[in-house]
């Protein structure tokens, strides 16, 4: 049976068992008497286990059939259960998603499990563990990322590198090159070889690093990822050529497989069930030793799911997403012919296909939508790992899990609440002995909940720890030279609060491996900001604090206001507007060198666009002002600009690395009469 058809759905359903595990286990750890729970684990793990040895994977079979005995021995109550043999068993699990992991990167999916092999045969014949070495038991949940299946890590730059490179059509390859053993300037050959590879393409990245390799601090052979148009056989050819060279061995893969994010990112599901009936999965690979309780009828099911449920390959997705956004663009050209020749029946026709391409849009924009589940699965794991290092008595609660968000928002968030997780367990939430000192009970609560509101998702992270000290926060961004002290008199407290979030600030008082070295809230800050959202912070000392993140639900196609400034035309996203204004120049008012308007009773600065973009001065001044009211949190600013053109939905697309630090510029969209307009970033605007 030629297996390849299924390798691609053995790899998703692998890491939902995987999932599972994970999840069950978690519980199992609340409540060791529930045998239930045992019989889960055991019955994915045996599932897992007929998948893999169908499929050909013994190694992965026979490290699943091990973990399976052990967990045999827990349900029959021939061994107790522990934390300690959850840990062992939280390892298993980790090497099985490694080599799942490597399987999907087109490895044979081998890897040395022997030391964890030998731990759960201790468990099965009810020997005394080994003690486990702490570097053992942190498990890659403790980070965004999963263990790589390659020994080379790519850090979150060069991951987005390659996977742009690939959008673009650019191959990606590793490349194994191993000197001869009787080489003797091995740092000649090297810059040899790149100076090849760069002639065919861009080098992102080599193991050992660069001036490793140039003090030739390695043995005869080294790893050379390069990104490039080129055939692989081209490539090896040119790198033979230098002397000296024994072997070269390319490899291409997909930029997606190393930026370790779970399986959403390669494939989604698109789901067509009917109201009313239940979805339901249909694996693939037969698994002959399967116990009866699992057995299905084949037949009824099979013909159940093929009409329900497919699976399609992401880049389908994002390529059918593309040409979309092409129909968008000519839309609003045709939108815009029929305005100028006031034709009846073409504007009736182009009404009626505005209609018909905006279903199409919620249509496409929701096959795109994945539930946050995808990121927050990760986290029970890894607050059970850090509670444990910290000594503290952790409750996770995670509320909205089936909430969605596209895709490309999905892969960016999950960094961002790693950290404020990592910052909540280490700063926020306290020890027993000091929560008990409080009077408050000695297992702190942390709740991360997602919902959705209007055309934005919110995502809150809250905890009952200590809140934010004030003081010492002001203290220390005093001392940083972060605000000065004539401005930290007028700080409110979430002004005060906010500062948490300027670049290398911490209030830890020494530096650990969960946090304190102040590179954390500022890239949160940054990374969500990139994507059109932003943050606010609630936090009562003593009580607790809340974090909030608002996100918009896609970031391709978005509502903007279309606006000029004098013969140029901008964008401002409708999601940053508040309302717009005709302020007469004599309401304007002056304080602290800086013109301000009051508009509702507040003082809001004006930022004259014309000044801040350079624009060439093309029309006479009037006696009023355009204003733009937008908003960033609770601060507000008016953008003063030449004229209103109306709103409109407008494809956002990237200005490039090139034009990628342009102040206060988000993006570009192509409008109906061919020109670019500038999409505005009104955060970056507002200080």
Known sequence: MEMSQYLEVFIEESKEHLQACNEHLLELEKDPENLQIVNEIFRAAHTLKGMSATMGYED?????????????????????????????????????????????????????????VEKLVQIEKGEPINQLKKAEVEVAATTIEKAPARENHYDQFETTVLQQSADQGFFTYEINITLKSDCLLKAARVYMIFEALESLGEVVKSVPAVDELEEEKFDYDFMVTLISKEAANKIETSIMKVSEVEKVEVREFFATSISGKQADQSTTEMNVVEEGQEEKKNTPVAENDAPAENKQPEKQTATKISNKTIRVNIERLDILMNLFEELVIDRGRLEQISSNLKDQELHETVERMSRVTGDLQNIILNMRMVPVETVFNRFPRMVRQLARDLNKKIDLQIIGAETELDRTVIDEIGDPLVHLIRNALDHGVETPEVRRANNKHEEGTVVLRAYHSGNHVFIEL??????????????????????????????????????????????????????????????????????????????????????????????????????????????????????????????????????????????????????????????????????????????????????????????????????????????????????VALIMDCNALIK
């Open 462 to 675: 809250e905890d009952d720890g200590a809140g934010i000290n004030k003081e010492k926060v002001l203290s220390k961004a005093i001392n940083k030279g972060i605000v000065s002290k004539e401005i930290a008199k007028t700080l409110t407290d979430s002004q005060i609060a906010e500062l948490i979030f300027a670049s290398g600030f911490s209030t830890a008082d020494q530096i650990s491996d969960i946090s304190g070295r102040g590179v954390g809230l500022d890239v949160v800050k940054n990374t969500i900001e990139s994507l059109g959202g932003s943050i606010t912070i609630e936090s009562e000392e003593g009580k607790g604090s809340l974090f909030s993140i608002q996100l918009p639900l896609t970031l391709s196609i978005i509502s903007v206001m279309l606006v000029e400034i004098q013969a140029e035309k901008y964008a401002i996203p409708l999601s940053s507007i508040i309302e717009t204004a005709i302020v007469y120049k004599k309401d304007v008012m002056h304080a602290h060198n800086q013109t301000v308007i009051d508009f509702r009773g507040k003082v809001v600065p004006l930022l004259f666009l014309k000044d801040i973009f350079d624009v060439p001065s093309t029309k006479a001044e009037s006696e009023y002002y355009s204003v733009v009211i937008v908003r960033k949190g609770e601060k507000l600013a008016g953008l003063v600009v030449d004229g209103f053109i109306g709103q409109q939905e407008v494809v956002l697309k990237s200005l490039g690395a090139y034009l990628s630090s342009a102040y206060a510029i988000s993006g570009a969209t192509i409008l109906g009469d061919g020109q």
């Open 60 to 116: 992965l079979a026979s490290l699943t059939h091990q973990m399976e005995n052990v967990l045999d021995a827990i349900r029959n109550k021939k061994i107790v259960f522990s934390p300690e043999i959850l840990d062992v068993i939280f390892l298993a699990v980790d090497d099985l998603d490694a080599m799942v992991e490597s399987i999907a990167s087109g490895g044979d999916g081998k890897r040395n499990v022997e030391e964890v």
